[in-house]
């Protein structure tokens, strides 16, 4: 990006050079990590129209990383035997508290996904620093 703001900072490279082709499987998280999912409740995430389209869309977002993932809780590991200890823990940031768990860690597919259907737009203010030091 020439001419603008932080020039000096921007830096390019070609990632992923190949196709991936049009038969092939969805790619699917198989690695042992605990991976932590941050929804922004923010007023700022605010659409026009349906209040919360977009809070809805991070959910969804949310619910496919989940669903592309072998975690710990499937059996025997998901697709591929040898993960062990695939989580999620879902946080929503935004509103009077700034920081609200809406799932711990967890290998628990169903309980994953019934978390994050359940979890609600705040709709406040957000200060990420603020918010992760109440998590």
């Not at 737009?121 to 603020?130: F, M």
Request: aromatic share 6%; glycine share 12%.
């Amino acid at each position: 990006v020439l001419g603008g703001p932080g020039e000096e900072r921007t830096e390019w490279r070609e990632c992923n050079p190949y196709d991936c082709g049009a038969g092939s499987e969805p790619l699917r998280c198989t690695a042992d990590q605990d991976i932590a999912l941050l929804l922004d409740g923010s007023g700022s995430v605010h659409s026009d129209g349906v209040a919360d389209l977009n809070f809805q869309r991070q959910k969804a977002l949310a619910q496919d990383f989940v669903s592309r993932s072998a975690l710990s809780g499937d059996p025997n590991g998901g697709s591929a035997a040898r993960v062990r200890q695939v989580r999620f823990g879902v946080v929503v940031l935004g509103g009077p508290g700034n920081a609200s768990i809406v799932s711990p860690f967890s290998g628990d597919r169903e309980a994953l996904n019934s978390a994050i259907s359940s979890a609600a737009w705040p709709e406040g203010s957000t200060s990420l620093a603020q918010a992760m030091l109440s998590v």
